[in-house]
């Protein structure tokens, strides 16, 4: 029956939380389940999706736990379980941040039948939302960033795109990874910020094509639905000291605005 019982606290962990199936909650909870919860008992399957689950998947959509340990006696189990996510959402209450996380808790279940009578969850999820509601951090602006981004003015080496082919240039940011295209090609990466500098510093560094690994050096400003920033060439030493109408030689500036509904 332990092993049993076991088996099913990790099949929680996994199908729930990292596959996000929301079929298993309905085949392991009754509606007559109770969770004991830092914000208070729930009850029921439909309860836990929508105060518990949805609300968490929303806040970190890239959430991962992993199970470190479990105890097992008679109809109970208790998971210890380590948890990673980026703050890309508001399912929390707030704006999303963008900061990375990770947190440890420790889950208890009483099982009956195969289902999952009552439990509780042992983590510190207020502190968790004390540090995210924290004042600026370096990663704050990455939350900024995220979304589609159309380019409204680009110059390459002090030449202007033809205002005809701007709306091919285009930028998806998600978490700290992007996708860029432009006419003729494109190509994937990932940004690494310091808005702690000034002037504010990113780094472009491609996971694909002729300059992956190579760090492309900038600078940028953001306001709103809007971003500028400037980059040196793949692999230069030399950041850029201005957000300039005319680069100086290898370097490109880009005027981003933001898609919205």
């Known amino acids: 029956m332990a092993t049993e019982n076991v088996n099913l606290a990790r099949r929680w962990i996994e199908e729930v939380w990292n596959q996000r199936r929301t079929d298993t909650i309905d085949e392991l909870l009754t509606d007559e389940s109770v969770c004991h919860s830092e ?88 502190g968790l939302v004390q540090s995210l509601r924290a004042p600026e951090a370096p990663q704050d602006d990455l939350a900024k960033f995220q979304g589609t981004w159309v380019a409204v003015a680009f110059e390459k080496e002090g030449e202007k795109t033809a205002e005809e082919h701007l709306g091919a240039v285009r930028l998806v940011i998600e978490g700290d990874r992007y996708r860029y295209t432009e006419p003729g090609g494109g190509f994937e990466g990932r940004y690494r910020l310091d808005p702690t500098r000034r002037p504010k510093e990113i780094d472009s560094i491609p996971t694909e094509g002729e300059h992956r690994g190579k760090v492309a050096p900038g600078i940028y400003e953001i306001d709103g639905d809007t971003h500028r920033v400037c980059f040196a060439p793949p692999g230069s030493e030399d950041r850029p000291t201005a957000l300039v109408d005319s680069p100086r030689e290898g370097c490109r500036l880009y005027v981003m605005r933001k898609v919205t509904d």
């Open 39 to 126: 914000s208070g008992p729930l009850r029921g399957k439909d309860e836990f999706k929508q105060r518990v689950h949805a609300p968490l998947l929303a806040a970190f959509p890239d959430l991962r736990v992993n199970v470190e340990g479990t105890v097992a006696e008679g109809d109970e189990v208790v998971v210890r379980w380590a948890a990673t996510g980026t703050h890309l959402g508001d399912g929390l209450g707030f704006p999303a941040t963008g900061r990375e996380v990770s947190f440890r808790g420790m889950t208890w279940i009483r099982y009956r039948d195969g289902k999952m009578a009552e439990g509780a969850d042992c983590w510190n999820q207020a």
